[in-house]
């Protein structure tokens, strides 16, 4: 008898297959999404929805094959991903999204844009890696894009995030970080992403208060809000005047100090940066001799005042203009002193515009070009 129920049991467990299988050329495996603000035509339902969400996904049984790119109207991911099926013969799968671009309009609100935050947090088959981007334009018109270099769209903004270290004016992307920063204090900066004829070009970003958008922070202020933030091991692209030449230095910075000095009127914070610079070229024949003591020191003391200048046009940006705490000063005061910290929590919006905040910069070059 137990013979007869164990040969039973092994044909029902031969037999048994997954109910909700789906093959895997029936997927369109979705690698960017676009999110934009609709705007209802006269002719249009009242229904029809409040986003435009663009998909798009690789045709699999074409080798090295164009992205497949797909619209539809609605109110949230998780509807439109299902009601795509009356328009596709694919089932939509989120799994492998990499990007997802989302329209500032959609940023300018609020209501809509936490709206979005939200389906993008609970969607179970999206992970805490995928880039969340800001477009000044149409997020659509990003995902058409059909760069040169990489059929596959979502790969390719994906694989430069990436390599962000590397590349001194990218914020971090990754939808876990934002969220984080938004669970924590409602501000947080996002990455400006924005087309090109076969390429998309990420730099600089959109500050975050409160859940709505406050401006675009430019490249070379991104730059510095990454050195004084301690997230960047690179500086490049800088360059200072010499004798009414343009000296490019690399920059490699070191972790930064932070300090707090109190006083009985105002909160006032020290950021101390350290760097280690090369020197990447001069001007050909020139008459200096670039090796001297003298030659090295005008060029730190030259890129330290240039630095410094634009550290503290960023915060004083920051500070004055956007008024939202993306240095992470609060998170400073929170681990460090936190007595402090207690006593300015609620009020921290009104007071974070009104603090002092000075930078000191130190620069050693370490280099002089590769030749003599």
Known sequence: MHKKMIIFLSI????????????????????????DRYTPGPDDEETVGRHIFTFAFPELKKEGAKDVVISSVGDNLYSVSRIMASRSNKEFFLGHLRTVVVGVDIAKNPADFRHILDGIENNEFLSRRVVLALTEGSAAEIIKVVPAMENKLGEFIAEIFRRSDRIPRIVGGSAGDILRDLHESGNTIIPKIVPGKADVKVAGGGIINNFKFKGWLGEVETAHLLVLKG??????????KHKGFDIPVALRPKKPRISLIEDKDNIKILIEVEMEGDVRQTYFETDEDTLKSSFVSEIEQEMVEATKQRAMDTINKIQKEFETDVLGINKYLRQSHYK????VERDWQDIFPNIDIDVNIDIKIRRIGLVR
């Open 340 to 343: 402090l910290w207690k006593e």
């Open 231 to 240: 997230e960047t091991k690179c500086l490049c692209g800088m360059s200072v």
């Open 12 to 35: 029902a467990l031969l037999l048994t297959g997954c109910w909700d299988k789906v093959e895997i050329d029936e997927r369109a495996h979705i690698s960017a999404l676009g999110i």
